[in-house]
Each structure stands twice: as C-alpha cells, then as structure tokens.
C-alpha cells in the first residue's frame, strides 16, 4: 500500500496574501518527514495539518530568500520551548546558519538540542541523504541567487513471497526467504533451478518525488527528473509574461508544463503564484494545453505519490 504524500502547506509567491501562504511542504516517506522551505507562518501550517511538530527531523531550504526561510526561527525556538532532545538536520545554502545565529545572540536564546547543518554549495547534482529506503539529490536550479530543488527517491523495493507456490517446496526454509524477495532463484539440492518469479510477485514499484522551486525554465532539469511520479514546479506568472518572469528568475505555467511534458512526469503541481493574480485556477487552464495531468494545489490537503 503506497501512503507516500505531499502536503503543501503554502505556495504563494513572496509577497503576502490573505487566502495564501509562502512557500512551504511536509513530505511523508518511507517513515520519515521532510519539511521543504520554511516561509513565514510554517509553524501554524503545521499545527493546522495535525502533524506533531517533532516528528519532523530533517528541513531542506531551497535558498535564502525570506518567502522560503522566514518561518525557520519560529520553529527552531518552539523546539527549544518543547525541550526537543534529539537531532534537527537542516540541509541549506551556506549563510543560514549565520543568520540564526545573530537572531539566537541578540534575542538570548539557547538552543540545547543539537542541530546538524549540512551546506549545500554545488553547482552540480549531489547526493545529500541516504538510508536503506530513500535517496535525495539536489537539483540546480537557475534563479537571482543560488538555488536547489530536491529529489527523492525510494530504493528499489523487495518482492513480495508467493507463499502458496513456496510451500510447494519442502527444501525452502524460512531463513531463505531474504535472498528469494531479493530477487534471486532457488536451487534444489538436485541441482533443480525454481525461478524466481513463481516463488514471488512483482516488486512495488519505488516512488519518487521531485520539487523544483523558484527558477527561470531551465530545460538542464529535465535529465534528473526523468520519470518522476509527481512533480511540484514553480510558476509565478502566466505565460504573456514569460520574459519578464525570465528576467526574475521565474517561470510560467506553459514553462512549468513543458518541463513535466519532456521529463515525463506522472503528475504536475504547480506553484509560487504572483500576487497579481485572483484566479489561480487560470494557471492550470494554461498549463494542460501542454500538460493534461496538472493540479493547482489545495492549503492541507494530502497528495499521495
């Protein structure tokens, strides 16, 4: 059963809105939740998508543009309020911890608990994050400051045993079933070859998600998230301002639609609205004329990978 998801809890774009919240998500997988981007009212977000705040170990910032970070001390002082012992990990371009140092020194607050920084400072892909199930990678991206999107991908699953066709064999013991969900055949003490597909089925399929946030349309993205099964990708403004969004740093929603078209992405979310919008439902009526399977994200709501 895939219980894999996204919630995003803000997606508006830098400049503060009523109905809307900076740039923010909680990714659920493989047991663990990535908090990405932290902008201003992040905490609260959290509290209202029923999440317990210290069930999140890792954050990953994008860069160091407020509407993507702003939120971070709020959550890092709750931790100390809450008296959170175990280790924060925060993946980010190199200066965030400097900032939350000033903040720390001049409000005299102590934070008890250890936090890991892990600097991001490539212009290449890299591989931040490994454990048995998951891998994440960065993504360059190209904005007015230096910038990452985030990749992750689950390690290739185990077969699931066909128990009725293993007890077909007497030989096979329990303590041969690692190697068969593996993937390897059983050979009988005559020399007898059972494959391996009729002692199992079919391995679930490893889910990935990546998140691409503020960045000009960039085609040199595409060749990392190839068959990604739910893309999120920023787009600030409609197509007609395509050179002014380019100008900024930005992307729109056509630009949005082709890189989820030639990467052959399952699903698109789109994101980071302009202000000047009302509407942000006209995003998606842009986009699927490029891209059909695309979504405009709902504040708190699960999007299952």
């Given at each position: 059963m895939n219980n894999s998801y996204l919630i995003i809890l803000g997606f508006n774009s830098s400049l503060p809105n009523y109905n809307y919240h900076p740039t923010s998500q909680l990714l659920f997988i493989k047991n663990n939740y990535f908090l990405i981007d932290c902008g201003e009212g992040t905490q609260s977000q959290i509290l209202k998508s029923k999440i317990k705040l210290n069930k999140i170990d890792y954050i990953l910032i994008s860069h160091l543009h407020?509407?993507?970070?702003?939120?971070?001390?709020?959550?890092?002082?709750?931790?100390?309020?809450?008296?959170?012992?175990?280790?924060?990990?925060?993946?980010?371009?190199?200066?965030?911890?400097?900032?939350?140092?000033?903040?720390?020194?001049?409000?005299?607050?102590?934070?008890?608990?250890?936090?890991?920084f892990i600097y991001l400072t490539s212009l290449k892909q890299?591989?931040?994050?490994?454990?048995?199930?998951?891998?994440?990678?960065?993504?360059?991206?190209?904005?007015?400051?230096?910038?990452?999107?985030?990749?992750?991908?689950?390690?290739?699953?185990?077969?699931?045993?066909?128990?009725?066709?293993?007890?077909?064999?007497?030989?096979?013991?329990?303590?041969?079933?690692?190697?068969?969900?593996?993937?390897?055949?059983?050979?009988?003490?005559?020399?007898?070859?059972?494959?391996?597909?009729?002692?199992?089925?079919k391995s679930p399929k490893p889910l990935s998600y990546a998140y691409c946030s503020d960045t000009k349309y960039y085609p040199n993205i595409i060749k990392y998230i190839k068959n990604i099964d739910l893309l999120y990708h920023e787009s600030t403004y409609l197509h007609k301002f395509y050179y002014y969004a380019y100008l900024r740093g930005h992307s729109t929603s056509i630009s949005a639609a082709k890189i989820a078209m030639l990467s052959n992405t399952k699903k698109l979310i789109l994101g980071h609205f302009s202000n000047r919008y009302i509407n942000i439902n006209i995003f998606k009526y842009e986009a699927i004329t490029i891209f059909k399977n695309t979504i405009i994200p709902k504040i708190l709501k699960k999007y299952y990978i």
């Open positions: 407020g509407d993507h970070y702003f939120g971070l001390i709020s959550i890092l002082s709750t931790y100390q309020l809450l008296r959170r012992q175990k280790q924060l990990t925060i993946y980010a371009p190199r200066g965030l911890k400097q900032i939350l140092n000033i903040n720390f020194k001049w409000s005299r607050t102590k934070i008890s608990y250890p936090i890991k890299k591989k931040i994050f490994e454990n048995k199930d998951l891998k994440i990678y960065t993504i360059p991206l190209k904005h007015t400051i230096y910038t990452n999107g985030f990749i992750f991908k689950e390690k290739k699953k185990l077969k699931n045993l066909n128990i009725k066709n293993i007890k077909m064999i007497k030989e096979i013991k329990i303590k041969d079933y690692l190697k068969i969900k593996q993937g390897y055949n059983f050979k009988k003490k005559n020399g007898h070859i059972i494959p391996n597909n009729f002692l199992t089925y």
